[in-house]
């Protein structure tokens, strides 16, 4: 947690947090924090700033609060993922987070197990804790707005085609595929497909609507490494 993130129930006056739950454990076991020391803290969708202690113990964390920077930028991208196994799902929703990634669509695929659709994870609480988890690790309040659509041909058929337009549009693909362009800003929209791979339909589906296949190299990755590889080759760094 490189930033305790905060919510508008946690105010109590202005600019005073009560802090009660995993967050005072973080302050009390892994800061060890004490009345008098600064935090770094950020509201939820907003500014970034200062927690400074004025009481503590093992109820509660009183902080006086001091938001005065923007969060750190966001990646001009938009991110399909045909939807993961629970466990894998897990990691890449942080990791997504974690990397700046404000909108994710998750989609599905012939290859996509259907019991993975009745996952909790997909619950709006279940996606906000691991997102959670991503944003702190980074230092970003911005939570990412995530899509869910169980039906691969309506989502690339109606929906896709303007999603692409004005961005460059990517499908990661390790077959038949140029390899992946150099760092750019500019808006950009990049499909990873399930475990499997995507099947030859939907690769041409995906093609029709507008994607260009590009591929890292003759090793196949697991989606949980494809992504960050893909998104470090795809963007500058900020900074
Ligand atoms: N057995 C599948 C196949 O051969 O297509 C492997 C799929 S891989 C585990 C999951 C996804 O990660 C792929 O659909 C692709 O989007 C992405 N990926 C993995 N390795 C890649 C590579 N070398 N180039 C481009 N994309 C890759």
């Not at 997909?122 to 911005?142: F, I, K, M, N, R």
């Not at 707005?145 to 693909?173: S, T, W, Y």
């Not at 950009?188 to 093609?207: D, H, M, N, Q, S």
Request: proline share 9%; with cysteine.
């Amino acid at each position: 947690m490189n930033l305790i993130l905060l919510f508008p129930e946690d105010f109590t006056g202005a600019g005073e947090v009560r802090l009660h739950d995993r967050r005072l454990t973080h302050i009390t076991e892994v800061h060890r924090a004490e009345v008098g020391d600064c935090l770094k803290v950020g509201m939820i969708n907003g500014a970034v700033g200062q927690g400074k202690v004025i009481a503590i113990d093992q109820q509660e964390a009183v902080l006086r609060v001091n938001l005065t920077r923007e969060p750190p930028a966001a990646l001009p991208l938009t991110l399909i993922m045909a939807l993961p196994r629970p466990k894998m799902f897990k990691r890449t929703l942080q990791t997504a987070a974690t990397l700046g990634v404000k909108e994710l669509w998750l989609i599905n695929s012939y290859r996509v197990d259907k019991s993975y659709w009745g996952s909790p994870l997909l619950e709006p609480a279940g996606l906000q804790e691991h997102l959670l988890l991503g944003l702190e690790q980074a230092g970003d309040t911005v939570l990412p707005q995530v899509h869910l659509r169980k039906r691969f041909k309506p989502f690339v058929e109606d929906e896709l085609p303007q999603l692409c337009e004005g961005k460059r549009a990517l499908l990661a693909h390790p077959y038949d595929a140029q390899p992946c362009p150099k760092p750019s800003d500019e808006p950009t929209l990049l499909a990873v497909g399930p475990e499997g791979g995507f099947i030859p339909y939907e690769v041409e589906k995906l093609v029709d609507a507008g994607l260009a296949p590009i591929h890292l190299g003759s090793r196949i990755l697991r989606v949980e490494t494809a992504i960050p590889f893909l998104l470090a080759k795809l963007f500058p760094i900020g900074p």
